[in-house]
């Protein structure tokens, strides 16, 4: 798919040739720094892009079935219910004015036929199974009230409720401080192993990328320049853009050295060169094919797919 935005001086790409699948049970993470495109590709599969994106695509598919074409109430319909959403702020999910069991109550409501008392005693269960004290008393609290960790247990009881069986996670933990970050991401990694959800993990933070996710897509300026399995990309990376990303990860054994950084920023959707490497300007092994034509994606090794020229032009400049 490509997501591109007309703006005052024109039309410019945000997304290009952005193709992959999701895959019963997995969990997908999509990793980049800011302005990549990661929120952009969750907004399009949910069709909830900005009112000035305009989506083209050829193929999306949920189930097999088409995408294409549907209409809002059939939209209204599948979020929630089969795809839900976990953002990175709580209580842009939550309505302040409402109490948090009735807001998770509604997606039943709204979803199902169950009775007043079944849909209490489910919304109850899942409070419990989201790690929510004291439900029963919870129930009837206004998410002010509440901590920011306990806000994200409420926005993730939401999203798990109708049981979807795709999870869109953008960022879930990067609001909250560090203590509750690792309490979210094991409650994550719990509803990982216990339900038979799929799920996309959107994060710039490769520890919890690598916590969580069975593969991973690396984005870079609108385009997936890596993808594959978690383990083979720590492991084996192939886009310079990448092991620059897992360079600057912080780790223990470097402590007291400088950590790396990638120079340079994320070009601005204006200033981005068309049919060319977007990574060319800040990569170390550009050479000559990179400033004049867009690289096409190599296969590696099974599910492990890289877009850069030194893989299909630069043959030994592989290291
Ligand atoms: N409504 C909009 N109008 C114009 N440009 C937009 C709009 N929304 C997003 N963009 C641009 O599209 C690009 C991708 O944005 P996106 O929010 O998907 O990045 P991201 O990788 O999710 O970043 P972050 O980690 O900061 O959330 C950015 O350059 C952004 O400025």
């Known amino acids: 798919m490509n997501v591109s935005f007309e703006l005052v001086n024109g039309n410019y790409k945000a997304l290009e040739n952005i193709t992959f699948s999701v895959y019963p049970n997995e969990v997908v993470g999509i990793v980049g720094e800011s302005g990549c495109g990661k929120s952009l590709t969750s907004q399009a599969i949910l069709s909830v892009l900005p009112k000035n994106a305009i989506l083209e695509y050829e193929k999306m598919e949920y189930k097999q079935v088409s995408l294409r074409g549907l209409r809002d109430k059939d939209w209204r319909e599948i979020r929630g219910k089969d795809i839900s959403m976990i953002f990175q702020e709580p209580m842009s999910a939550l309505n302040p004015l409402i109490t948090v069991g009735k807001q998770i109550a509604e997606v039943l409501k709204v979803h199902t036929s169950h009775s007043k008392d079944e849909i209490k ?15 029963e008393e919870l129930y009837k609290t206004y998410p002010h009230q509440l901590s ?115 120079p340079g920023k994320v070009p601005s959707l204006q200033d981005r060169k068309i049919g060319v490497c977007p990574f060319a300007d800040r990569c170390f092994h550009r050479f000559d094919a990179c400033h004049i034509e867009m690289p096409m994606t190599k296969e590696i090794e099974g599910t492990h797919t890289v877009k850069c020229h030194l893989y299909t032009k630069g043959a030994g400049l592989t290291s």
Request: net charge positive; aromatic share 4%; charged share 25%.
């Open 121 to 135: 005693k489910q919304t109850i269960e899942m409070m419990k199974k989201v790690g929510l004290p004291r439900a």
């Open 148 to 262: 920011g960790g306990m806000q994200q247990r409420v926005a993730i009881a939401i999203a798990l409720i109708a049981d979807p069986d795709l999870i869109i996670a953008d960022e879930p933990t990067t609001a909250l401080d560090v203590t509750i970050q690792a309490q979210i991401l094991a409650l994550l990694k719990k509803i990982k192993s216990e339900q038979k959800s799929s799920m996309i993990f959107i994060s710039h933070d490769w520890g919890v990328i690598r916590n969580i996710c069975d593969r991973v897509l690396v984005m870079y300026a609108g385009h997936i320049v890596e993808e594959g399995a978690v383990s083979e990309i720590l492991k084996n990376p192939k886009h310079p853009y990448t092991k620059s990303l897992i360079q600057s990860i912080p780790d223990h054994r470097k402590r007291g050295m400088e950590l790396f950084t990638i």
